[in-house]
Nanobody, 118 residues
C-alpha cells in the first residue's frame, strides 16, 4: 500500500487559482498512473485528471478540461494539480491515488478541501 498526503486546498473566489500537491510514500510510485479525484458534498467521488508514469499522456474530465493541469515529479514522489478558472462547482475534497485498470488502488488519504465561493 502507498500512503498519500494531499495539500494546497483552501478558499478561493470564482475565477481564482489553486495548486494542489500530493506526496506519496513508496518507491513504486513512478511505475503507476496517478490520478486526482474529488468528492463534492452529497456526490460520488469522481476522477478529474490522470497522468501516465512518464508524463507521456494526461487525461481530464470534461468538466475541468482546459482549466486544470496535472503533473508529476517521479524523483520526489509527488503529483500536482494546477487549477485555474475555478468555479463554485469545483468545490470538493480532492484526493490522489494510484490507478490500475482505471480504478483507484490504495486507501484514500485525508484529502484537501477546495472551496470556491465569493
Amino acid at each position: 500500500q502507498v500512503q498519500f498526503v494531499e495539500s494546497g486546498g483552501g478558499l478561493v473566489q470564482p475565477g481564482g487559482s489553486l495548486r494542489l500537491s500530493c506526496a506519496a510514500s513508496g518507491s513504486i510510485f513512478r511505475t503507476y498512473t496517478m490520478g486526482w479525484y474529488r468528492q463534492a458534498p452529497g456526490k460520488q467521488r469522481e476522477l478529474v485528471a490522470s497522468i501516465w508514469t512518464r508524463s507521456i499522456n494526461t487525461n481530464y474530465a470534461d468538466s475541468v478540461k482546459g482549466r486544470f493541469t496535472i503533473s508529476r515529479d517521479n524523483n520526489n514522489n509527488t503529483i500536482s494539480l494546477q487549477m485555474n478558472g475555478l468555479k463554485p462547482e469545483d468545490t470538493a475534497v480532492y484526493y490522489c491515488n494510484r490507478l490500475y485498470n482505471g480504478q483507484p488502488l490504495d486507501a484514500w488519504g485525508q484529502g484537501t478541501l477546495v472551496t470556491v465561493s465569493s
